[in-house]
């Protein structure tokens, strides 16, 4: 069964910083591109970020580039978001997701259930 689950979450003022983490089982992580994902309530979903399946590429959001860093460890099956610098607009339910193919041909879109992050002023 494939599961993500995200920790790390936690309310912060404005200018400090969070990092999270996901933990993966049930597939062979490392062979899989991962993504952080983030909601507000009322709110659609925001792209926060992107890593290759080895982290040597690793993509942004305009909204949080130079203050977040992603990352993993393919050993640990884990993938991280380091954010610095925290804004208010920051606070959000951010989810861990990923595309598996667990059959031939067939890919699933999974996520975590995510973790609150909550930036004050």
């Known amino acids: 069964e494939v599961q993500l689950v995200e920790s790390g979450g936690g309310s912060v003022r404005a200018g400090e910083s969070l990092r999270l983490s996901c933990a993966a089982s049930g597939f062979t992580f490392g062979r899989y591109p991962m993504t952080w994902v983030r909601q507000a309530p009322g709110k659609g979903l925001e792209w926060a970020s992107d890593?290759?399946?080895?982290?040597?590429?690793?993509y942004y959001a305009e909204s949080v580039k130079g203050r977040f860093t992603v990352s993993r460890d393919n050993a640990k099956n884990t993938m991280y978001l380091q954010m610095n610098s925290l804004k208010v607009e920051d606070t959000d339910v951010y989810h861990c997701?990923?595309?598996?193919?667990?059959?031939?041909?067939?890919?699933?879109?999974?996520w975590g259930q995510g973790t609150q992050v909550t930036v004050s002023s």
């Open positions: 997701a990923a595309e598996i193919q667990l059959r031939p041909g067939v890919l699933t879109d999974y």
């Open positions: 890593i290759n399946e080895d982290g040597s590429y690793l």
